[in-house]
DNA sequence: TATTGTTATACTCTATAACTATA
DNA sequence: TATAGTTATAGAGTATAACAATA
């Protein structure tokens, strides 16, 4: 939480902690920034209890629904660079749950191994809860979330 | 961008680039980091131009707002922890833009230079300039932005 | 010439534990 | 006992340059 109400106390000469104005509120970036620390936080610790952290999870489901992807081209979707790829596709070769196959000389394809399927299945179970309840949280508080999706898919391709 | 059309080439056998699903799109989480990364990137490489880094000038701005806090209250304004704080105030000391003034035996006042304030300015002009194109290409595309700074507000709440 | 996978490296950001001085 | 500032350190995340093998 950007302003974190629980370290507010009694006013004291210098205590700023309740009283300081606030420019941050105002900075689209930061807010993003922000916002989506708190969503991630919340995920990583779910994903955690299956020793997962949110990028091999999404990783695990990209290759469900693209089986025989290369590391690159998850890269690009992802936006994550090809050398910082490797030790990611390393660490979950080495725990048995994607299985690489010469595709190309250069490149493999990766699929998913029978425990990788298992534990994809249990991520995506665990994402999928933690996105409905978020959902819900800002349903209820009268945010519309497919708007706030559609401006955030707006915002991602200003880059361009 | 979350998916670089830049890498988009003719479909061949194994290129998935420009083919694959994409469940990344509906999770909020990702979608917040990578909109962030967008708008941050931008803010950032119009700072650089000042030498400065969007923590820092938040710093500076905060400073401006809230003259004689102390570095812990930013700390909790910024959710940055006590020891992360360090190197960021000792930078801006050190370049002259922010003074520290005993305040209570264990705290330091924190107050802005004549350079600091004119840093500041820079820096706010700038990041006015920055948040300003960045509603007006949302609003052209038809995105509520101060509905969207609510619900980036709203979520940001959910962890407390 | 361009792409894939890889190594090495460096820099930033973040997190934790511990210490001193002060309230 | 709690807080402010600090040091040291470790772990992520990210970025660049370079290389070999292949297309």
Redesign the interface.
Known sequence: ???????IKTTEA????AI????????????????????????GSSLASIDLR?VEA?IL??IA??P???QS?LG????IQRANMVPLITGLVTRGYICKTA??GR?H?LNLTEQGIAKCQEAESM?DQH?TS??Q??DR?G???A??????????????
Chains 1, 2 share one sequence.
């Not at 300081?20 to 995920?43: E, F, Q, T």
């Open positions: 939480m950007w302003f974190d109400m629980k370290n210098g205590d700023f902690s300081m104005h606030n420019p941050v509120g105002r900075h689209l970036g930061y807010m993003l920034r922000r916002a989506s620390s708190v969503i991630m936080a919340g995920l949110p999404t489901s990209l629904t693209n025989g992807c290369t081209d690009r979707m992802l936006s595709a190309d490149s394809a994402m996105e978020i959902a949280q800002l508080a945010h519309d979330v708007r706030l999706e559609e401006a955030l898919t707006a915002i991602m391709k200003l880059s361009a």
